[in-house]
């Protein structure tokens, strides 16, 4: 069973940062994709960013590209880390850790058959 627990969600003003994280556990072979997606009130479920293993190869949805870092820990193979910069008010959903074993399509959320509770992020002045 693979499970995924999400922290790190908060409240911050527009321009600042927070960082969340995901440890995952369970049977998650050596190749796989670690997502993640946002969900705000109203809309759909989008692909943020996520790392291919082995490769460590990253994606990135073209409104987060330059803000948002996706990686994993040095010491921790199962910890996995978005970093938000300069975060705006169109950030402001709720974050989900999304795990699957290969995708041809990382940002599309019915590739994911692995996913945590989530964890909310809201950027207001």
């Known amino acids: 069973q693979v499970h995924l627990e999400e922290s790190g969600g908060g409240s911050v003003q527009p321009g600042g940062s927070l960082r969340l994280s995901c440890v995952f556990s369970?049977?998650?072979?050596?190749?796989?994709?670690l997502g993640w997606f946002r969900q705000a009130p109203g809309k759909e479920r989008e692909g943020v960013a996520a790392?291919?293993?082995?490769?460590?190869?990253?994606?990135y949805a073209d409104s987060v590209k330059g803000r948002f870092t996706i990686s994993r820990d040095d010491a921790r193979d199962t910890l996995l880390y978005l970093h938000m910069n300069n975060l705006k008010s169109e950030d402001t959903a709720m974050y989900y850790c999304?795990?699957?074993?290969?995708?041809?399509?990382?940002?599309?959320?019915?590739?994911?058959?692995?996913w945590g509770q989530g964890t909310q992020v809201v950027v207001s002045s």
């Open positions: 369970g049977p998650i072979i050596e190749r796989s994709f």
């Open positions: 999304a795990a699957t074993t290969w995708t041809n399509w990382w940002s599309r959320a019915e590739e994911y058959p692995y």
């Open positions: 790392i291919y293993f082995p490769t460590d190869t990253t994606y």
